[in-house]
């Protein structure tokens, strides 16, 4: 049964059905630790170090300008809040006004509206 799968696939490696993947991973892995090392490079699974230390670098700078993006949009809201407080005293103020001047009998104009 064995020499009839190697003769099958040999015939379908003769016929140019493409490079076996499984061949090749045989290949690699026969050569032990060094095979399996080499596997996991290519997959992925192990990373060299000066690639680590990018990711580390580039993760850290993106961090710092997530954390100083937040800081910005934080101070921008605090803005927001002070100058709405502010808008809201003023109105306040303006309405207090009408009220006093209508109560010692001045009466509103209103501008004529234009067309």
């Known amino acids: ?13 003769e016929a140019g059905a493409g490079p076996d993947i499984g061949k090749m991973i045989g290949q690699l892995l026969q050569y032990g630790v060094v095979g399996l ?5 290519i997959v992925g699974v192990l ?8 990711l580390i670098v580039d993760k850290d700078g993106w961090r710092a300008a997530y954390e100083t993006e937040r800081d910005a ?3 921008t809201r605090q803005q927001l809040a002070a100058a709405q407080a502010s808008a ?9 006004m009408v009220r ?7 009466r509103p104009q209103t501008a004529p509206r234009s067309t």
Do not use: C, R, S, Y
């Not at 005293?89 to 309405?95: F, L, P, R």
């Open 88 to 96: 809201e005293v003023a109105t306040e103020q303006g309405q207090a």
């Open 73 to 75: 949009h934080q101070a």
């Open 1 to 13: 049964m064995v020499p009839d799968l190697i003769w099958v696939l040999a015939a379908a490696e």
């Open 47 to 54: 990373v060299p170090k000066w690639a680590m230390n990018n």
């Open 37 to 41: 090392i080499v596997v996991l490079l």
């Open 100 to 106: 006093l001047l209508e109560e010692f009998g001045h």
